[in-house]
């Protein structure tokens, strides 16, 4: 008897990935996508590796296919971005083993700089996509989108939300289908894209598009649920779980292939129902073409583009229920806050106390813009600040951005950063930057790269030097330096912001949620020492408040004992004392 169990929707998508018969898996860590390659590191059948970013993931996952296994790569929405190059020829070329990517969208802003949506890369880029709805559908679709990958000789999409990605729902376990390798012949009018190549390539994207448009009216993952046919639904994704749950009697038309869209199936379920909605989450891909053929339908008129959707809000605009739109508001809000003993709150302090404005980047730094520290000024994507700097400085000139400085972590420095770095070397600029090194990919939850030595399936390897990296690059001033030695990081600081050429800064110290890192010590306040001047409250460490008398108090149970606090006090009011 077949085994079933909760799995969330990442869980699943590694499962099905297992069971699909892939070889090999490439991936960049980045939330809602992440715990998909943590899970399939679970099965040895699968080589998984982290890759430096995702363009890089995607190019293997290419590799793998031409070579005649099937193989997946995962990204979060932004990470597409960084993957389209590759993808959008490797629609053109087509795939020898299936070829999967799995990208999920972050509807709601959850964790990403912006909401936008797969569907609308997948559409200029010509390549399927199928969207499941649950835990079960996330592992089943997994395996079909390999099937029809290899059926239409193309890269298929598989589309999640961070809501159907962390979700959990029960899933049968299936085995492993043992898929032989396709044989490699060489093939150069397919995979060497140079122009006279890709022109006929095109026109091969094209034709599959539509038969895929017209073979998708059978597919078993579209299907017609028809019901009360006064109100129909077309729908797909999480949305339809809204759906099913707002209005369980309306007929529904679920998609599980949202581009390209299967027409004539659409067209027959409009027929039968007096009034159809469209609902989708973010941009109206399905409502612009159903609306294209003439379908009257229902959509972004009532339902918003932006944020996530819920069952309340299908239930407000449909049905016209008042439903409750806020938290209580007796309901504290919670905003993230950097963790005590992290060692950007201390690089942070010494910036803030120099008045220093930093160009930041993607990661647990960007939390130094809000208040008290406020010192991160921009944040675009992975890589950006390094560049956002060099633009600056060709802007203005170096008189204006002495009191500006690049942070970077060490992890997206290697994704991106070191493009960046070796363009305002090439291109003669001058600023300093900050490597802010935690020995790990810290925001995403502690996924290894390049320079930690690890690899995803925890394999010891040579650790990439970010030193030696950088000094290769013709950086001549780099400084490696505690983060917490906060004398030396201030002098070192006023260095490199001084010159005129370009420096790099190393502040090295290991995330305080990293296994293994402990501090020796623990802070406790000298109440009768305390001057009231608030100077050690300042970097906003959450584990230090004001008594009502003025006076500072330290959360043991919070204390990493880091000692940026009592290194900031200059009256001996707080002390670091040995750990029992």
């Known amino acids: 008897m077949a085994e079933t169990v909760i799995m969330l929707g990442n869980e699943a998508f590694a499962r099905g990935a297992y069971e699909a018969g892939v070889k090999v898996s490439a991936a960049y860590p980045g939330t809602p996508s992440t715990e998909i390659s943590e899970n399939i590191v679970r099965y040895d059948e699968i080589y998984a590796e982290w890759s430096p970013n995702e363009k890089v993931a995607m190019e293997v996952?290419?590799?793998?296919?031409?070579?005649?296994v099937r193989a997946m790569?995962?990204?979060?929405?932004?990470?597409?971005?960084?993957?389209?190059?590759?993808?959008?020829?490797?629609?053109?070329?087509?795939?020898?083993?299936?070829?999967?990517?799995?990208?999920a969208d972050d509807p709601g802003l959850y964790s990403s700089q912006n909401e936008q949506d797969t569907r609308c890369v997948a559409r200029a880029a010509g390549v399927p996509v199928l969207e499941p709805s649950d835990s079960q559908e996330a592992k089943d679709f997994m395996k079909f989108a390999f099937e029809i990958s290899e059926m239409y000789d193309t890269p298929v999409i598989v589309r999640s939300t961070t809501r159907l990605s962390h979700s959990g729902g029960p899933v049968t376990l299936e085995e492993r289908r043992q898929v032989p390798d396709r044989p490699y012949v060489r093939n150069i009018r397919k995979f060497v894209m140079m122009p006279g190549n890709a022109v006929g390539r095109h026109v091969y994207v094209e034709e599959r598009m539509k038969k895929m448009a017209e073979d998708g009216c059978g597919f078993p993952i579209n299907?017609?649920?028809?019901?009360?046919?006064?109100?129909?639904?077309?729908?797909?994704?999480?949305?339809?779980?809204?759906?099913?749950?707002?209005?369980?009697?309306?007929?529904?038309?679920?998609?599980?292939?949202?581009?390209?869209?299967?027409?004539?199936?659409?067209?027959?379920?409009?027929?039968?129902?007096?009034?159809?909605?469209?609902?989708?989450?973010?941009?109206?891909?399905?409502?612009?073409?159903?609306?294209?053929?003439?379908?009257?339908?229902?959509?972004?008129?009532?339902?918003?583009?932006?944020?996530?959707?819920?069952?309340?809000?299908?239930?407000?605009?449909?049905?016209?229920?008042?439903?409750?739109?806020?938290a209580p508001?007796?309901?504290?809000?919670?905003?993230?806050?950097?963790?005590?003993?992290?060692?950007?709150?201390?690089?942070?302090?010494?910036?803030?106390?120099?008045?220093?404005?930093?160009?930041?980047?993607i990661g647990c730094y960007t939390l130094g813009a809000a208040a008290p520290l406020g010192v991160i000024d921009t944040t675009i994507c992975m890589g950006a600040g390094i560049s956002v700097l060099h633009g600056m400085e060709k802007a203005k000139g170096r008189e204006y951005l002495r009191d500006?400085?690049?942070?970077?972590?060490?992890?997206t420095f290697l994704h991106t950063g070191v493009n960046s770095l070796m363009n305002m070397v090439y291109n003669r600029s001058a600023g300093t930057v900050v490597i802010l090194d935690n020995s790990t990919t810290g925001m995403t939850g502690h996924q290894d790269h390049a320079a930690t030595g690890k690899t995803l399936k925890g394999e010891t390897v040579p650790a990439i030097s970010l030193y030696r990296l950088c000094k290769a690059l013709g950086v001549e001033h780099v400084?490696?330096?505690?983060?917490?030695?906060?004398?030396?990081?201030?002098?070192v600081i006023r260095e490199e912001t001084a010159r005129d050429e370009v420096s790099v800064i190393i502040t090295k110290a290991p995330c305080v949620l990293l296994k293994g890192t402990v501090f020796p010590n623990r802070c406790v306040p000298v109440e009768e020492s305390c001057k009231k001047c608030g100077v050690c409250l300042r970097p906003g460490c959450p584990a230090l408040t004001k008594r009502e008398d003025g006076t500072v108090a330290i959360d043991e149970a919070l204390c990493n004992g880091c000692g940026l606090c009592a290194q900031l006090c200059r009256f001996g009011a707080i002390q670091t004392v040995a750990k029992a």
């Open 61 to 68: 996952a290419i590799g793998a296919s031409i070579s005649g």
């Open 73 to 103: 790569a995962s990204m979060k929405h932004v990470g597409v971005n960084v993957a389209s190059d590759p993808l959008f020829t490797v629609s053109y070329a087509g795939v020898n083993g299936g070829l999967v990517l799995v990208a």
């Open 223 to 326: 299907r017609m649920e028809l019901n009360d046919l006064s109100i129909g639904f077309l729908t797909s994704g999480i949305a339809y779980q809204y759906v099913k749950e707002a209005c369980p009697e309306a007929s529904v038309l679920k998609l599980g292939q949202v581009h390209p869209l299967p027409k004539k199936l659409i067209q027959d379920f409009a027929s039968r129902v007096e009034t159809l909605y469209i609902f989708e989450e973010l941009e109206p891909v399905m409502e612009e073409q159903v609306r294209s053929w003439g379908i009257p339908a229902i959509g972004k008129e009532i339902f918003t583009i932006q944020g996530e959707y819920s069952a309340n809000l299908l239930r407000r605009a449909v049905l016209g229920e008042q439903t409750a739109r806020e």
């Open 329 to 361: 508001a007796r309901v504290p809000a919670r905003p993230p806050i950097l963790c005590p003993g992290c060692p950007h709150r201390s690089v942070f302090s010494v910036l803030q106390k120099h008045r220093i404005h930093a160009a930041g980047d």
């Open 404 to 411: 500006w400085v690049a942070v970077i972590g060490d992890s």
């Open 479 to 491: 400084t490696e330096i505690s983060a917490f030695d906060l004398p030396r990081l201030e002098r």
